[in-house]
């Protein structure tokens, strides 16, 4: 029976964006079904456990941190534009109204419910972290959801009235559950893998219980 390997990923996250090539090389490498279990950006579900005003060192670390960590990996590293949350970079203050971030969460959720949640994640983070300027706006999402092998007015059109959001709640509660907060977060057999960086554990980890494939 394929081994399940829970991801808790944001779309806000620069670390979740930089996993992605990783974690589809999990699907090619092992015998695993690699689960997208989208959640809201940390900013959103604890935001002082970062975003304090009276201290900005934690914020300026990851800003620092993830583009060399970018640069390390060879990827691009520019920050989304529009940013996928609203919110003052003065105040730290999250806007009520969430648009960016509650459609691309949808759509993440619609994705895996059609089995091509990681390939979805990594065609929209690349293009937000990219550089790619209102990737909102014109057919960029509808060329990403398609590199994916998705149609996006089709997904859209099922998270109108679908459960997509109550999900991605759902999805707080189990990476509670399985003991963490942050992501990229990796949970496999209840084994939590937090970090971009973790990934070549978690191999480690998949092939002590021989899931690796058979090369052909």
């Known amino acids: 029976m394929t081994e399940q390997v829970d991801v808790y990923w944001s779309f806000r996250s620069p670390y979740s964006y930089l996993a992605t090539p990783d974690l589809l090389a999990l699907k090619a490498d092992f015998d695993v079904d690699v689960r997208l279990r989208v959640v809201l950006p940390l900013a959103m579900r604890n935001p002082s456990a970062v975003f304090d005003p009276s201290n900005r ?14 640069d390390f990996l060879g990827m691009s590293a520019n920050w989304p534009n529009p940013d996928p949350i609203v919110q003052d970079r003065e105040t730290f203050r999250i806007a009520d109204q969430q648009p960016y971030i509650h459609r691309l969460s949808a759509l993440g959720v619609e994705a895996q419910r059609r089995g091509r949640g990681i390939e979805f994640v990594k065609e929209v983070s690349h293009l937000l972290f990219g550089g790619q300027a209102l990737w909102h706006q014109g057919d960029h999402l509808h060329r990403a959801a398609a590199a994916a092998g998705l149609d996006l007015d089709d997904m859209e059109r099922a998270t109108e009235s679908g459960d997509h959001l109550a999900e ?14 942050g992501v990229p ?8 893998f937090f970090g971009q960086d973790r990934i070549d554990t978690l191999r480690w980890r998949l092939d002590r219980l021989g899931l690796g494939k058979k090369a052909a």
């Open 168 to 181: 991605v709640e759902s999805n707080h509660v189990c990476l509670d559950a399985a003991g963490h907060w």
């Open 57 to 70: 060192k934690p914020a300026r670390y990851i800003m620092l941190d993830w583009q060399r960590r970018a």
């Open 185 to 192: 977060t990796m949970v496999v057999r209840d084994e939590p």
